[in-house]
């Protein structure tokens, strides 16, 4: 029996690996023939061949960086989420939500331009979805939820997202939270521009003729009564 091997027996006798076990820093060998004496000789020699034991001494550093990259590992950054991972996924939120913003405002001036309020219902209805899905991507879906909501299908909060919409205000304008070990990103939207109560204002001052249109496209529609300034929803980025 080889010099090391005695050491690693007398330090552990009991070993839950059959192969190896870990002394101050050092991987040892312990002889199989005291340990696991069920195992048949001819394994046993070709287990404590020393070029056997350089070979998994060698391999180990590769074998704890697989387990590292490995999908076991990575489930578990997922469920703790760093503050780095949160900030990044704020940022990007930020980002694609300032292009979504600005494209979705430039589709409805134009279409305001083009015809007025009523035949910008007609091109939002069915414009607006889509524009939402052309932002989304693989990685994280995007789309508009409302503290009323007009496109009951796009726009009703879930319970998450109806809890991450209270605690929006002002001074806290957006938010991200893991839900389910995902991440949830959301932006308010506040109506500071008075073209929004066109079609979201007091249902009084609205024009008879959007009115008209919203009743037929939007039976159910409750994003009206809002005003100035009013928390109308938020943007919503959910990692997929
Ligand atoms: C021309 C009428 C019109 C104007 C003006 C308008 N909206 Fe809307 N809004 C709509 C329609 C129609 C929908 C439903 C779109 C859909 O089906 O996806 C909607 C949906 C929304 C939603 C999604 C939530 C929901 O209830 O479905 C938000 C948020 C919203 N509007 C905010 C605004 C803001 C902010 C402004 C001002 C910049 C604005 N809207 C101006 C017609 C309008």
Redesign the pocket.
Same mark, same amino acid.
Request: glycine letters at 6%.
């Given at each position: 029996m080889r010099k090391g091997q005695e050491d690693s027996n007398k330090s552990s006798p009991v070993l839950d690996c059959p192969i190896l076990t870990h002394g101050e820093g050092v991987v040892r060998f312990s002889s199989l023939q005291d340990t696991h004496p069920w195992i048949s000789t001819g394994f046993r020699t070709f287990l404590e061949d020393s070029s056997m034991q350089r070979f998994f001494k060698s391999i180990l550093p590769g074998m704890a960086l697989l387990w590292m990259l490995s999908p076991i590992s990575c489930k578990q950054e997922k469920v703790q989420v760093l503050p780095a991972t949160k900030e990044a996924f704020r940022e990007s939120g930020k980002k694609v939500t300032d292009a979504f913003m600005k494209a979705l405002?430039q589709r409805?001036k134009a279409? %305001?331009a083009e015809g007025g309020?009523s035949y !910008? %219902?007609e091109v939002?209805?069915k414009e607006?979805?889509k524009i939402a899905e052309s932002f989304s991507t693989q990685k994280f879906r995007i789309h $508009? %939820?409302?503290t $009323?909501? $007009?496109?009951i299908h *796009?726009?009703t909060p879930t319970l998450d997202e109806r809890e991450l919409l209270q605690k929006l205000s002002p001074k806290s304008p957006d938010i991200v939270e893991p839900v389910n070990g995902k991440l949830v990103y959301l932006r308010a939207?506040?109506?500071?521009?008075a073209?929004?109560l066109?079609?979201?204002g007091d249902p009084k001052s609205i024009d008879p003729k *959007?009115r008209k249109v919203?009743a037929r496209?939007?039976p159910e529609d409750k !994003?009206t009564g809002y005003k100035l300034n009013d928390l $109308?929803? !938020?943007f919503v980025v959910r990692e997929r």
């Amino acid at each position: 029996m080889r010099k090391g091997q005695e050491d690693s027996n007398k330090s552990s006798p009991v070993l839950d690996c059959p192969i190896l076990t870990h002394g101050e820093g050092v991987v040892r060998f312990s002889s199989l023939q005291d340990t696991h004496p069920w195992i048949s000789t001819g394994f046993r020699t070709f287990l404590e061949d020393s070029s056997m034991q350089r070979f998994f001494k060698s391999i180990l550093p590769g074998m704890a960086l697989l387990w590292m990259l490995s999908p076991i590992s990575c489930k578990q950054e997922k469920v703790q989420v760093l503050p780095a991972t949160k900030e990044a996924f704020r940022e990007s939120g930020k980002k694609v939500t300032d292009a979504f913003m600005k494209a979705l405002g430039q589709r409805l001036k134009a279409a %305001i331009a083009e015809g007025g309020p009523s035949y !910008a %219902i007609e091109v939002c209805s069915k414009e607006a979805p889509k524009i939402a899905e052309s932002f989304s991507t693989q990685k994280f879906r995007i789309h $508009r %939820i409302g503290t $009323r909501v $007009r496109n009951i299908h *796009t726009g009703t909060p879930t319970l998450d997202e109806r809890e991450l919409l209270q605690k929006l205000s002002p001074k806290s304008p957006d938010i991200v939270e893991p839900v389910n070990g995902k991440l949830v990103y959301l932006r308010a939207i506040y109506l500071s521009n008075a073209l929004c109560l066109k079609c979201h204002g007091d249902p009084k001052s609205i024009d008879p003729k *959007t009115r008209k249109v919203l009743a037929r496209l939007y039976p159910e529609d409750k !994003a009206t009564g809002y005003k100035l300034n009013d928390l $109308r929803g !938020a943007f919503v980025v959910r990692e997929r």
